[in-house]
């Protein structure tokens, strides 16, 4: 049998084990809060995966960043995710104990399985639907990012004469479209409504620029 030290000597090394994963714990889970306050967008990036991997909203990235179409970011485009510090915030504060619902009739459970029955003979379409709507997206998205990095690199300060910023717009497009900032996302707006005014489309634009050295 062990003697009362030895007992003594292996509490304290299992306390000490158990504070140290607490430490790891704490330090992982700031570092994913800061990690995810400033994100730039990669190749492949869409709005729905942004919202997955860092547990926020579509809504929230949106209107946080100031984005004009949900469909379309660019790669090297600057992301803020500032909602999702707060929400690890606010997950850290001690649990309230909710109320209990009363439990529901015998039958209840029935008439929803009945009511959930009915889309599934839908879902192939709505499936279907959203893969011919990623495929558009995607290709618009590539030519947008192909034009960037053509005319500027992606650079909001970038100049060649009267042109400025990362769509390397006239004076005259800015006095119609806005850009004049240094802001990205201002920049990327006006570039995208200039392009659909004269182009309809990026790819469009993209055709042009490819065959004409600018467009």
Known sequence: MLNFK?????????????AFGATNVSADTTNAVNASTDYVVQSGDTLNKLSSKFNVTVDSIVNNNNITDANLIVVGQHLSFAEKAKTVETNNQPAVAQPV???????APVQQQQQAAAPVQQAPVAVAKTQTTTTSTGSESSALSSLIARESSGNVNATNGQYYGIGQLSPQARAQYGGNSTDYNDQLNAMKSYISARYGSAENAWAHSQSNGWY
Do not use: D, E, K, Y
Not at 6 to 18: K, R
Not at 101 to 107: G, I, L
């Open 6 to 18: 030895q007992s003594l000597t292996i509490a304290a090394g299992v306390a000490g084990a158990f």
């Open 101 to 107: 619902a009363p439990a529901a009739p015998v039958q």
